[in-house]
C-alpha cells in the first residue's frame, strides 16, 4: 500500500484531484442545511458512519471550491425521492442489497466512483440514519400538544395565553382534547362565526391564579368604591395588580360570556415555554426517534393531509420550521424531502410540502433501463464545484430538498486498503516557473489543513486567484523581456535538439520542500518550507 509519493512537476491543479459535489448541492451541520460559502475548515457537519449506520458529528479538515475541470463531467439521479448531481469520479456510499426493512440478508455499505454506477443496477444509497439522542423530558401529549402549537397554534394576549384554532366540524378536535386533557392543562373553548363555518378557539393560559370567589368580587367593588388603587386592592387580596385591573374591568363592561367548553387542569403552559417556538425550538433537536413520533403526529393533525399512507404530507409556509423538522428527521432515520409549491398563498407567500416516511432510510437508484437512471448532465459554462472532506468521508447532501448521504472529497491517492496517512512530497524550485505556478494553483492553501486549529473561533476564508492564467502569461512575458532580443529569437526558432548539452547550471535553481502529512489525499497535510 502506498504511503510515501514524491511529485515533482507542477503542471497540474491540486483541485483536480478532489471529486466534489454541483454548486447547489447543501451539506446538514447543527444550524441546517448550508451551502459552499457557509461552511469553511474546522466546523462541523454531520456525516453519516458506514461502520456503525449511526450519523455523528464531525470536523471539516478540508474544503474546495472550484470551478469544474475540463477532464470532468457531471453524474446525476432525479426522481421524486432523491436528487444528487456530483462529478464522475466523486465517491458515492452503496449497498448492493436489501433483502428486509429489518436489516437481514443485507451487503455492507462500501464507497463507488459514480462513473462505476453507470451500468449497474438496484443499487441502494442512504436518505437517513440514527443518531444517539439523550431525549426530552416531556410527555407524549406534551409533545403533541408541541406539534399542535407549530401548526395551528399561537400566542395571544401579549404571550399569556396560548391559542390552538380548529374549525368545528373537523375530527381532529377530539384530539386536541385529548392532548389538552392528558397534559392537565387548565383550557376554556370558544367558538366564533366565520364565512367557512364555526371556529373552536382553544384557549390555555400561561399560568392559573386563585378563582375569583363571590366575597372576593363584593371586596373588591367595595374597596374601589372606598377609593383604594389597584396596589393596596391588590395587597389585600393577595392578587397581582394586574389580576385586580382585569377583573374591575371585567365587572365594569359586564362579565365575560362563558366558554362552550373548559376544564379546570392544576397547570398552564408555562412548563413548556423553552420549547415552544414557531421556528421549532432547538431543544427538541435531543429528541429520541419515539419522542420525534409524538412531535410529529400533532404536526400532521394540524397541518397534515392525514391520509392513510404511510408518508405524512405536511404544508407550510415557514421554511425556517420546515428545515429544522427535515434535519431531525434525517437524523432519527426517517425520510424527509421539501418541495416547494408552484402557486403562492393568498397572502403572496411560497408554501411548502414535506414528505416524511418511516419506512425506510435507504433509495433505491433505478435500474439503467429507465430514462431517469443515473446519466451523465451537461455542465454549464463556468461551473463551480465544491466540497468538504472530514474524517468519517461521508457527507449528508441536500439539492431541490431532497437528501441524500454520499462519499466526500479525496484525492486520487486514496486507494482502497489504505488505512494510513500518506505522505506526499512536493518537489518545487525556488526559481523559474514553480514559484509562480504555486502561487497561482494554491499549493499551500490545499495543503493548509494540518495547521488550521480547530479550537480557534476564526479561521481565515482564502480564495485562490481567479485571474491565474493572466498571471502566468505576464510572468513568461516578463521572462522573455528580461532576457533580451537574443533569448527571443531563440524561442521563436522552436525547441531545441534532442542531442542539445543541458547548460552547467543544471536544473532551475535550488528545491525546495513541501512536505504534506494527509489522509490519503494530495491536498491534506503541512506545509513546511
Known sequence: VCSVVVIG??????????QCLSADTEVL???????????????????FDCNADLIKETLVTNKVDRPLSGDEFFLGVKTKRIDFKVTNQHRMVVRRKRRTTK??????????????????????????AYENAKGVDLTSYELRFIGWFLSDGCFQNNRQSVSIFQSEHQ???????????????????????TKYGRMNNYSIPKDIGPRWMDDDRKSLEMMQAAGHTDAMIAEALNRSRLAIYKKARSLRLGERKKPELERRGSRGWRHLESYLDKDFSLLLNDCTRDQLKWLLHGFNMGDGAKHPHDCMKITGCNKTLLDRVQSLCVRRGYAAN????????????????????DTTSEACLPPITKPNA?????????????CVTNQLGTLITRRNGKVAIVGNCAGRIARDMQTDNVVVYFLVADSGSDPVIADVLGLKLAQSTGIVDP????????????????????????QIHDKGPRYAETIAAGPAPADAAIPDEGLAGQMTLFEGVGGGSEGDGHVRE
Open 9 to 18: 512537476e507542477l503542471d497540474w491543479s491540486p483541485a483536480v484531484h478532489e
Open 29 to 47: 451541520t447543527p444550524d441546517g442545511f448550508k451551502t459552499s460559502g457557509q461552511v469553511n475548515v474546522g466546523d462541523i457537519v454531520y456525516a
Open 103 to 128: 436489516g437481514t440478508c443485507r451487503s455492507k455499505w462500501e464507497f463507488v466512483e459514480a462513473q462505476d454506477l453507470l451500468q449497474k443496477s438496484r443499487r441502494y444509497i442512504p436518505v437517513s
Open 171 to 193: 375530527p381532529w378536535n377530539a384530539d386536541i382534547i385529548e392532548v389538552l386533557n392528558g397534559c392537565d392543562m387548565q383550557w376554556y373553548m370558544w367558538q366564533r362565526p
Open 338 to 357: 421539501i418541495f416547494t409549491r408552484k402557486s403562492k398563498t393568498k397572502a403572496d407567500r411560497y408554501a411548502y410540502d414535506i414528505f416524511i416516511s
Open 374 to 386: 443515473i446519466q451523465r448532465i451537461p455542465a454549464i459554462d463556468g461551473e463551480r464545484v465544491w
Open 455 to 478: 479550537n480557534k473561533d476564526l479561521v481565515e476564508a482564502l480564495q485562490v486567484d481567479e485571474k491565474r492564467a493572466h498571471r502566468l502569461a505576464e510572468w513568461y512575458l516578463n
